[in-house]
């Protein structure tokens, strides 16, 4: 596991979240959650991110109380919190839908926690109409619930579980269902309020962008083991695993085998450099960023490229501010994805033109191969 | 777009039935009025003579007030019975849950006169024939599927995260059972409360079996009215078993809407 935190973590950060070797087994077939371990600093914002499936919520779910595991330990503020109720837990959540109280106004959501957790009732209203504001509903206090906006409902949400200061906030996929725009918006939101009070914070998404642009940490899971955990630069730039380089970003994949420089595939050498160490001779697979990748007219300026190679783009979509290329590379048998920016200032090579493209050694990332 | 012939098929049948439906309730509205000693409709002149009539009659303002106990005493039995049951039903996952459900649809599966005898049987034996509370339990007993019915299909609706984010907030079992899962169940208590009102109210047969002479309910007395001479004031008896159920229908609407009632399976 690579860090990219290091700088930032000083001794003043004890833990407030640990994981030691968490499994749960629904006895549905496939654990849901196999040896998860890791750990997180007080006042950071981690991201779980994988696909549906992954065991990312499982994960999130069993940190709530509402799940125990199977085997492992989870401790919370360095308490083991395996014997804890989830209601005598100090963490709060947004679901996923919400599941805001239908039959109580937004100001009755917010007093909820607080009347539970028996707190002075002289200090609930102030504390209600703080993180009202705190998230920008104040003068919604009487509304009911059914009479917001999917937004609104949102910040009434993050009220509601941040309201009693827990000592851990989680968020199981809350933004999955807002369109873009409104994502986007509730993504800077989220990190706004995080920053503010410096909650530590669990998010759960199967959003890369997401993850990349709010988080301090990201976990990627997949079939329920934990992939990698890394800064959000770290993990784009050192993925793991051909795993986390194809979860996250835009990347072609050679498979072929290792030799001393890179990877030979299909018989012609390429340039790349070993995450692991790998014998010559093994088999191994390559990974490449779209945005990596230089595409050039046959025999154009790829100078600085450490592999060359000619090819025919097959394809290519028009995403606004940059071409994704789709190119035939012949002598690899395989396709490559390539990103070309300002679209608008070149012609764009036709389907079917033949073409360069071409690399650097240290961004072809070589990985054992797998059986994926 | 509908054809000529199929809206004259579909307005003769819509037609149909609310005639076949409210004629009955029509006919004995009209013979109520009547100012003559017959019942008979059309009504022979209009007065409110007999209505002032049963205002009057002892015996029947008794066993009204008897109707109204045991229906209050079959709801107050049904209604954590039923809202229990329906949460229980429909929410977890238990073993034999089929079993418990075919075990409590049981009094709708048996014939009334059946687990009327029963019930007699069972109460004469404890010794308690001639109070009115075993009427209310047995009226409770026996229509208790529909406020089953009512709360499941309430229950089922509930988002479960609901509960979860409850236990989030601090809520134990017992707080969130009382501030979250019943007020979101509480639209299906309320038409099953009601339900179970007007059915107990309206109970004719059990209710024969478990009286006696002394604790006549209102629709035991009809009957044996019935038994000796037919007169208006039976017909003005039982509009005021409509007007109550308009009541409650009114009361349902106000208190949760209709549309989850007609809804509700």
Same mark, same amino acid.
């Given at each position: 596991?690579?860090?990219?935190?290091?700088?930032?973590?000083?001794?003043?950060?004890?833990?407030?979240?640990?994981?030691?070797?968490?499994?749960?087994? @629904?006895?549905?077939?496939?654990?849901?959650?196999? %040896?998860?371990?890791?750990?997180?600093?007080?006042?950071? @914002?981690?991201?779980?991110?994988?696909?549906?499936?992954?065991?990312?919520?499982?994960?999130?779910?069993?940190?709530?109380?509402?799940?125990?595991?199977? !085997?492992?330990?989870?401790?919370?503020?360095?308490?083991?919190?395996?014997?804890?109720?989830?209601?005598?837990?100090?963490?709060?959540?947004?679901?996923?839908?919400?599941?805001?109280?239908?039959?109580?106004?937004?100001?009755?959501?917010?007093?909820?926690?607080?009347?539970?957790?028996?707190? %002075?009732?002289?200090?609930?209203?102030?504390?209600?109409?703080?993180?009202?504001?705190?998230? &920008?509903?104040?003068?919604?206090?009487?509304?009911?619930?059914?009479?917001?906006?999917?937004?609104?409902?949102?910040?009434?949400?993050?009220?509601?579980?941040?309201? @009693?200061?827990?000592?851990?906030?989680?968020?199981?996929?809350?933004?999955?269902?807002?369109?873009?725009?409104?994502?986007?918006?509730?993504?800077?939101?989220?990190?706004?309020?995080?920053?503010?009070?410096?909650?530590?914070?669990?998010?759960?998404?199967?959003?890369?962008?997401?993850?990349?642009?709010?988080?301090?940490?990201?976990?990627?899971?997949?079939?329920?083991?934990?992939?990698?955990?890394?800064?959000?630069?770290?993990?784009? !730039?050192?993925?793991?695993?051909?795993?986390?380089?194809?979860?996250?970003?835009?990347?072609?994949?050679?498979?072929?085998? &290792?030799?001393?420089?890179?990877?030979?595939? %299909?018989?012609?050498?390429?340039?790349?450099?070993?995450?692991?160490?790998?014998?010559?001779?093994?088999?191994?697979?390559?990974?490449? &960023?779209?945005?990596?990748?230089?595409?050039?007219?046959?025999?154009?300026?790829?100078?600085?490229?450490?592999?060359?190679?000619?090819?025919?783009?097959?394809?290519?979509?028009?995403?606004?501010?940059?071409?994704?290329?789709?190119? !035939?590379?012949?002598?690899?048998?395989?396709?490559?994805?390539?990103?070309?920016?300002?679209?608008?200032?070149?012609?764009?090579?036709?389907?079917?033109?033949?073409?360069?493209?071409?690399?650097?050694?240290?961004?072809?990332?070589?990985?054992?191969?797998?059986? &994926? | 777009?509908?054809?000529?012939?199929?809206?004259?098929?579909?307005?003769? #049948?819509?037609?149909?039935?609310?005639?076949?439906?409210?004629?009955?309730?029509?006919?004995?509205?009209?013979?109520?009025?009547?100012?003559?000693?017959?019942?008979?409709?059309?009504?022979?002149?209009?007065?409110?003579?007999?209505?002032?009539?049963?205002?009057?009659?002892?015996?029947?303002?008794?066993?009204?007030?008897?109707?109204?106990?045991?229906?209050?005493?079959?709801?107050?039995?049904?209604?954590?019975?039923?809202? #229990?049951?329906?949460?229980?039903?429909?929410?977890?996952?238990?073993?034999?849950?089929?079993? $418990?459900?075919?075990?409590?649809?049981?009094?709708?599966?048996?014939? #009334? $006169?059946?687990?009327?005898? /029963?019930?007699?049987?069972?109460?004469?034996?404890?010794?308690?024939? /001639?109070?009115?509370?075993?009427?209310?339990?047995?009226?409770?007993?026996?229509?208790?599927?529909?406020?089953?019915?009512?709360?499941?299909?309430?229950?089922?609706?509930?988002?479960?995260?609901?509960?979860?984010?409850?236990?989030?907030?601090?809520?134990?079992?017992?707080?969130?059972?009382?501030?979250?899962?019943?007020? +979101?169940?509480?639209? /299906?208590?309320?038409?099953?409360?009601?339900?179970?009102?007007?059915?107990?109210?309206?109970?004719?047969?059990?209710?024969?079996?478990?009286?006696? +002479?002394?604790?006549?309910?209102?629709?035991?007395?009809?009957?044996?009215?019935?038994?000796?001479?037919?007169?208006?004031?039976?017909?003005?008896?039982?509009?005021?078993?409509?007007? $109550?159920?308009?009541?409650?229908?009114?009361?349902?609407?106000?208190?949760?809407?209709?549309?989850?009632?007609?809804?509700?399976?």
């Amino acid at each position: 596991m690579s860090g990219g935190s290091s700088a930032e973590s000083t001794a003043g950060n004890p833990v407030a979240v640990v994981a030691q070797g968490v499994d749960m087994d @629904f006895g549905t077939g496939a654990m849901a959650v196999k %040896n998860a371990a890791f750990s997180l600093e007080r006042g950071r @914002f981690l991201t779980i991110l994988g696909p549906s499936g992954s065991g990312k919520t499982t994960l999130l779910r069993m940190i709530a109380g509402f799940q125990t595991p199977t !085997r492992g330990t989870i401790l919370i503020g360095g308490r083991p919190a395996d014997a804890v109720a989830p209601h005598r837990r100090s963490v709060g959540m947004v679901f996923q839908k919400l599941a805001l109280f239908p039959h109580m106004t937004v100001e009755e959501n917010v007093a909820f926690p607080l009347k539970m957790r028996r707190f %002075n009732p002289r200090e609930i209203p102030e504390r209600v109409a703080h993180y009202l504001d705190l998230v &920008r509903l104040a003068g919604f206090s009487k509304r009911r619930i059914n009479a917001l906006s999917g937004g609104q409902q949102q910040r009434v949400a993050i009220a509601r579980a941040l309201v @009693f200061e827990p000592e851990l906030l989680l968020l199981d996929e809350p933004l999955a269902a807002l369109d873009r725009k409104l994502r986007e918006e509730m993504q800077l939101e989220f990190r706004r309020i995080q920053k503010e009070l410096g909650v530590t914070t669990i998010n759960v998404t199967h959003d890369q962008r997401e993850a990349l642009v709010v988080s301090d940490e990201i976990i990627v899971m997949d079939q329920g083991e934990i992939q990698q955990q890394a800064s959000p630069v770290g993990m784009y !730039r050192r993925p793991a695993n051909p795993f986390v380089a194809h979860f996250i970003g835009v990347s072609s994949f050679l498979t072929g085998r &290792r030799t001393g420089t890179g990877l030979t595939v %299909n018989g012609t050498e390429c340039a790349g450099q070993a995450v692991d160490d790998i014998a010559p001779g093994l088999a191994a697979q390559g990974a490449i &960023r779209a945005e990596q990748v230089r595409i050039a007219a046959p025999g154009g300026d790829l100078s600085g490229c450490d592999t060359v190679l000619e090819g025919q783009v097959s394809d290519s979509i028009f995403e606004g501010e940059r071409l994704l290329y789709f190119v !035939r590379l012949p002598a690899l048998e395989t396709t490559v994805q390539i990103y070309h920016h300002d679209p608008a200032e070149q012609a764009p090579y036709a389907r079917g033109a033949t073409v360069s493209v071409g690399w650097n050694a240290r961004d072809l990332l070589i990985f054992p191969a797998k059986d &994926r | 777009m509908i054809s000529r012939s199929q809206k004259i098929v579909v307005w003769s #049948l819509v037609w149909f039935s609310i005639i076949t439906l409210s004629l009955p309730t029509l006919v004995v509205l009209g013979a109520s009025l009547t100012a003559g000693n017959m019942v008979a409709f059309p009504p022979q002149g209009l007065s409110l003579q007999w209505y002032e009539k049963i205002a009057l009659a002892r015996d029947l303002q008794q066993a009204f007030l008897r109707s109204l106990i045991v229906a209050t005493i079959a709801t107050i039995v049904a209604i954590p019975v039923g809202t #229990l049951a329906g949460l229980a039903l429909s929410r977890f996952q238990l073993r034999f849950t089929t079993a $418990i459900q075919v075990w409590l649809m049981l009094p709708f599966t048996i014939p #009334l $006169i059946g687990s009327g005898i /029963g019930l007699m049987l069972v109460f004469g034996e404890w010794h308690v024939l /001639g109070s009115l509370w075993p009427v209310g339990v047995a009226c409770a007993v026996i229509n208790l599927p529909f406020i089953i019915w009512s709360v499941s299909s309430s229950a089922v609706a509930l988002d479960p995260d609901l509960e979860l984010a409850a236990q989030n907030c601090g809520a134990g079992r017992v707080q969130t059972f009382l501030h979250v899962t019943l007020p +979101a169940v509480m639209p /299906g208590v309320i038409t099953g409360s009601l339900l179970m009102f007007i059915l107990a109210m309206n109970e004719f047969l059990v209710s024969l079996l478990l009286t006696d +002479a002394r604790i006549v309910t209102l629709p035991v007395l009809i009957y044996n009215s019935i038994r000796s001479i037919i007169t208006p004031d039976l017909a003005a008896v039982s509009v005021v078993f409509i007007v $109550i159920a308009l009541a409650a229908i009114w009361l349902l609407d106000k208190l949760v809407g209709l549309e989850i009632f007609l809804k509700s399976k």
